[in-house]
C-alpha cells in the first residue's frame, strides 16, 4: 500500500534513478532491476526480471546441509560479492537503507553463484539525483554507516548461521556452553 509521503512523482523519480544507475555495467551486475511499476487503488506493484535462485534467508537454510568445505568455499564468495556490490553501489551514490537476508537474492542455477540486491522499498527516502557530486554530505554519510551496519549485521549473520545452528542441535555441556548460559546467550 502506499503511504502519505509517497507520491506518484517521487515513484516517477525512484524509478527513473534505479533505471539510471542500471545501465551502469558495473552497477547491473550487482542489483535486480525494477523493470515496471503501476498503482492501482492506493497500491504499488513493482515488476521484476525473474530471477532463479534464493534469498539469503533461504540459502542459509539449504546451506546447513553442505558439508563444512563447501560451506566456506560458497560463504567466502557470497561475502565478497556482497561487499563488492555495496561498494560499487556506494560509489554510484546510490544506498538501500534496509539490506536484509530478503533482500539479497543469489541465483544458484550458474556457477557463478550471481548475488544481486533488490531495491523494493520506496518508502525510504534515497538522496541520489543523477548530478552527483564527489563530496558526501552528512546525510550520505549516515546512509552509507546505516548500509555498512546492516551489512555487517547480515554477514554476521549469514557466517555464524550454520555453526549456531550445530552448537544448539548438539549436546554441549563443555566449558562453552557454560560460559553462553553465564552470559544468557542463546
Known sequence: ???????????QKYYKIIEYIYINSSV???????????????????????YTGYNLQQLKKKMLKMDNETYKIIMKHLVKKILQGLSILHKQG?????????????????RKLEVKIKFYDLSINN?????RTKK???KNIKLRKKDCRDCGNLLLDLISFKYIEEYNNSNNTGLLNKALQFFNIK
Open 28 to 50: 547491473k551486475q550487482y542489483i535486480n532491476p525494477i523493470l515496471d511499476y503501476k498503482i492501482k487503488s492506493n497500491n504499488l506493484y513493482l515488476l521484476f526480471p525473474y
Open 1 to 11: 500500500p502506499l503511504s502519505s509521503s509517497i507520491t506518484k512523482l517521487y515513484i
Open 127 to 131: 538522496s541520489i539525483t543523477k548530478n
Open 136 to 138: 558526501l554530505n552528512n
Open 94 to 110: 546510490l544506498y538501500h537503507q534496509n539490506i536484509n537476508p530478503n533482500c539479497i537474492i543469489v541465483n544458484t542455477d550458474n
